[in-house]
């Protein structure tokens, strides 16, 4: 990696979605930043396979998954996370957009894992009062390393298009990479399974991201759009709660803010960004508070 970055060899030796491939397909070219350097996604007719140059000249490897481009600017340490549920035929795989958000990509994926602020700023869908409390739940270490929090329930009153009334909706989160976390959640009409939204967060830099969502509903009765359309509506609540936190980068030190037990998965995620020393996006334990 370039000599004085900043970045640890954990995120610049790994896979980050830069661009949607249906968005690079109608422009032909995308320019964007990822950890703080610039590049120039491309795409001509003759491959499908997107070119990616770097600002200081370089060209880094480049794949298409799930619907988006994923680039590795240094050299690949392991593939990109695989997600079984996008090979269902009897579901939606919904590339729901891409959003721009002017905080800490490891913010991002904080405020995916905070279950206590779904009935205020998700009011009349993720949540609603007096259903605010959240119950304790399990949380653990990944053995391919990251963090699964179980056995998560909370009350809502319509958790996805296709729910009909509220329920207390079983929730299993997974932050497999540092910017990458999962949910699974159930199905309101079939409890037994569950749904899955995954979000790629692109640390634009250590204070900006772009969030990448991708999900993978049962279809039952819905339809794509409507999948996409509630997703997007769900996001755009909680950008401005994003951007108005303060410091805009994730502190690893536990003093630095107050913990509750609604806090548990949020306390195990810091903590193993600071036992993996992730700095990037945060500011570290021995800065203090």
């Known amino acids: 990696m370039p000599e004085g970055s900043g970045v640890e060899s954990a995120l610049w030796d790994d896979w980050h979605v830069v661009a949607e491939i249906a968005e690079l397909t109608r ?78 990509g490891l913010r991002a994926v904080e405020n995916f894992l905070d279950m206590s602020h779904l009935a205020f700023v998700h009011a009349g869908y993720l ?23 179980t056995d998560c329930k909370f009350y809502q009153p319509l958790a996805s298009p296709v729910a009909t009334e509220g329920f207390d909706v079983d929730y299993v989160y997974r932050i497999v990479r540092p910017y990458t976390i999962m949910l699974h959640k159930a199905n309101p009409i079939d409890p037994s399974r569950s749904d ?9 830099s250590e204070e900006r991201c772009v969030v990448h969502m991708l999900l993978a ?15 997007q509506m769900i996001f755009n609540q909680d950008k401005p709660i994003l951007e108005n936190q303060l410091p805009k980068r994730l502190p690893l030190n536990p003093r630095a803010e107050v913990p509750i037990r609604a806090d548990a998965a949020s306390a195990a995620y810091r903590r193993w960004l600071h036992e993996g020393d992730i700095r990037y996006g945060a500011i570290p334990h021995d800065l203090g508070v």
């Open 217 to 231: 509903y049962l279809k039952d009765e819905l339809t794509e759009a409507a999948v996409r359309q509630f997703a």
């Open 196 to 204: 899955m939204i995954a979000l790629f967060v692109q640390p634009v």
């Open 27 to 104: 422009l032909g070219r995308i320019a964007t930043q990822l950890l703080g350097f610039s590049l120039v996604v491309e795409l001509d007719n003759r491959s499908v396979i997107p070119s990616v140059d770097l600002e200081s000249g370089g060209v880094a490897p480049a794949k298409v998954k799930y619907g988006y481009v994923w680039v590795c600017l240094g050299t690949p340490n392991r593939d990109i996370v695989d997600f079984p549920e996008c090979a269902d035929r009897d579901r939606w795989i919904v590339n729901a957009g891409s959003f721009g958000v002017a905080v800490s």
């Open 127 to 149: 949540g609603e009062e007096p259903h605010t409390e959240v119950p304790k739940y399990k949380v653990a270490t990944l053995p391919d390393g990251g963090i699964v929090a």
